[in-house]
């Protein structure tokens, strides 16, 4: 029986016999002898099946529903100061991040269709995010995801108007010869440069169609993104095709874009003229001939070496300067080639149009593009074969063409280079086009003719001797009329409607043929060359001249031999001080041209701008269009070499009044 009594205090309880007994190591070991105590076994090795797919669910693969919702969390909690929801959306679309590349498909296309949800929400704080999306690797995905992306895109930049240049500068910066992207992702088929091209213009075809703002925006990208002068051949090429494009679905920008590839085209052709003279001024003669016949030797393919991203290469080392030189102006000039050939390409299309519209528009274009871009550039030595081949498509386009160069030549309101640039181009132009009628010739030449009179008149009374600076546009036609003579001649030779038009010119002796010319040819040459002191053949093209003095002497027109044999007693420094005025009353000035040493600067310069084209694919395209030169007829069988030469007295006395103030003593 338990007591219940209270144990008194301080007192300690009994102590309690254990009821089991303590183990002890000998029974411990019995037992296990006994196989009584379980003892612990190995585990098996563990196995993987290679065939199933193991994935990290990093929280990718969830569902579109969550992914939406999520993102519009992420946005809401960014405006509020929270951004660790919206820092890992950016990392989805980021394309150095590795967490864009374990993104499935069909996560991608549910993050971009919550983006497209929340596209109001896209403000200026979340930039950022924008430029993630526009930076991100698109191009290389699936279709599907491209027409999600493009649609998020158009609606970015239509709720955002800030955000529309800098998606038109991604689609542009992808038009290059090394786009940005280069459209190849792991776990998808590789996408070609052309589908990724075609994939920009889809982009680019979207925005235009649905922003009306985004096609001037686009023109100033195009601009500013339009290759380096100095970047490869190739560069030039793709990005001038992609524009081509462009034009084809937005017609608006169509005017400014053939602007845009002129005027480029003419930076480069002005560089390798320049460049080419230079070398000829050092004296690198070897150097320059092996460029000229490097301009012929073209297979019209495009060299692809130019693409190594460094246009310096490692031969540059071993090169001397002078060779390295020549390697640039060869280069230079097949950019100039291969635009050039793309814009004949271009052109042809809209002069070979049903529409007459369209064929008005391609001449009003051309002959813009002259008077803003080639004329006033004045050392373009090709881009202006676009007007010489496509004017000579039709007799309106000739007169139209042929009526702005004579009213450039005549302005008065013209500065003098501009002056003596029109003029050279209607030379040349009336000289060597194969398709020029008769008809043109007489009248340009009876202009001309008109034209000196009242120069000459004006510029006689206070003309102390030859003066290229004072009196340039004088000198201007005289050597415009010169060579329109050397290569026109037979066509100044009869009168239209004359019986014997039919006669073989090349079986008339100088006496005959001395009695056949148009009214007026031999008055106008006559009284500008020995009728004036301005003296033009002084100043004219030295090798011009000598050309036009033995086609005159051996057509019997006029004789200059003793004229020009008094000039070479002429030094023209006594009348070009540098203090003398230029045609318009200004002061004369130190310009690269009068920098020659000699009198060089002194002559009008050798400009004719439609000499015969040697680039190799661009001269197929006016073959048939150039006069070549072919040089007087043959003299008849005992004709005389000096049948002139009876007038070396007339000619004597008519030196007297090309003479000069200044005395036979200080010349």
């Known amino acids: 029986m338990i007591s219940i009594t209270p144990r008194p205090a301080g007192s300690a309880p009994a102590a309690t016999k254990s009821l089991t007994r303590p183990t002890t190591l000998i029974g411990k070991r019995n037992q296990i002898d006994d196989g009584s105590s379980p003892v612990p076994t190995k585990r098996g090795k563990v196995t993987f099946d290679e065939t199933v797919e193991v994935r990290d669910p990093h929280g990718w693969e969830r569902a579109p529903e969550v992914i939406s919702e999520g993102v519009r969390r992420a946005i809401q909690s960014h405006a509020q100061g ?22 499935i498909p069909a996560t991608m296309r549910s993050y971009a269709s919550a983006l497209l949800s929340n596209v109001s929400s896209l403000n200026r704080s979340c930039s950022d995010l924008v430029h993630s999306v526009l930076n991100s690797e698109w191009l290389g995905r699936e279709d599907d995801y491209i027409k999600i992306y493009v649609r998020l895109l158009v609606n970015v930049a239509s709720a955002q108007g800030n955000f529309l240049a800098d998606a038109l500068l991604m689609l542009v910066e992808n038009l290059g010869v090394t786009p940005p992207s280069d459209g190849n992702l792991p776990g998808f088929p590789a996408v070609s440069r052309a589908q990724v091209y075609r994939r920009v213009h ?18 100033s990208v195009l601009v500013n993104q339009f290759p380096h002068q100095d970047d490869s051949p190739r560069s030039h090429l793709v990005y001038v095709q992609n524009l081509f494009q462009i034009m084809a679905y937005e017609p608006a920008l169509k005017t400014d874009l053939l602007s845009l590839i002129t005027d480029r085209l003419v930076k480069i052709d002005v560089q390798v003229q320049v460049d080419y003279e230079d070398l000829e001024a050092d004296g690198k003669d070897g150097l320059a001939q092996g460029i000229a016949l490097i301009r012929q030797d073209g297979n019209g393919s495009v060299d692809d070496s130019d693409d190594s991203g460094d246009d310096t290469d490692s031969s540059v080392d071993t090169d001397d300067e002078d060779t390295q030189r020549a390697r640039d102006i060869k280069r230079n000039a097949n950019k100039v080639d291969m635009m050039l050939d793309l814009l004949f390409k271009r052109y042809n299309e809209d002069f070979q149009a049903e529409s007459a519209d369209v ?111 004072r009196y340039a546009p004088y000198y201007c036609l005289v050597q415009a009329a010169l060579y329109i003579f050397c290569f026109r001649w037979r066509d100044l030779r009869h009168d239209p409607n004359d019986e014997d038009e039919d006669e073989d010119e090349d079986a008339l002796s100088p006496s005959v043929i001395g009695h056949q010319w148009r009214t007026g040819v031999k008055e106008t040459l006559t009284m500008n060359i020995f009728g004036t002191k301005l003296n033009p053949l002084k100043v004219c093209q030295p090798d011009l001249v000598e050309q036009f003095a033995e086609i005159a002497n051996h057509l019997g027109v006029i004789y200059v031999y003793g ?105």
């Not at 676009?386 to 004017?391: E, G, M, T, V």
């Not at 540098?578 to 600067?601: F, I, K």
Request: aromatic share 8%.
């Open 359 to 469: 064929r008005l528009a391609a001449r009003d274009t051309l002959l813009s593009h002259f008077m803003t871009i080639i004329l006033p550039s004045q050392r373009s030595r090709h881009t202006q074969f676009l007007l010489f081949h496509f004017a000579q498509t039709s007799l309106e386009f000739i007169d139209t063409f042929v009526g702005t160069c004579i009213s450039t030549a005549f302005d008065k309101k013209q500065p003098a280079t501009v002056r003596q640039a029109g003029a050279a181009y209607l030379a040349s132009f009336v000289a060597r086009g194969v398709h020029v009628p008769a008809s043109i010739v007489h009248d340009v030449f009876d202009l001309i003719s008109i034209e000196l009179d009242r120069l000459r008149a004006q510029y006689e009374p206070d003309c102390r001797g030859p003066n290229v600076r």
């Open 202 to 219: 889809f982009a680019l075809r979207c925005l235009l169609g649905s922003i009306p703002s985004a096609s001037f925006v686009l023109s």
């Open 82 to 103: 929270d951004k660790a929801a919206y820092n890992e959306l950016k990392s989805v679309f980021d394309a150095r991040g590795e967490e864009t590349k374990n993104v």
């Open 563 to 667: 004229l020009l044999e008094t000039n070479k007693r002429i030094h023209v420094s006594q009348f070009s001080s540098s203090t003398s005025l230029s045609a318009y009353g200004q002061p004369g000035r130190e310009t690269v041209l009068s920098s020659r040493n000699g009198e060089d600067h002194h002559y009008l310069d050798a400009f004719f701008p439609f000499d015969p084209i040697m680039l190799p694919r661009s001269k197929m395209w006016v073959d048939g269009d150039c006069r070549q030169w072919t040089g007087p007829p043959p003299r008849p069988d005992g004709e005389l070499e000096s049948d002139s030469e009876d007038d070396g007295a007339e000619d004597s006395q008519i030196e007297e009044d090309t003479a000069t103030d200044v005395s036979k003593d200080s010349v």
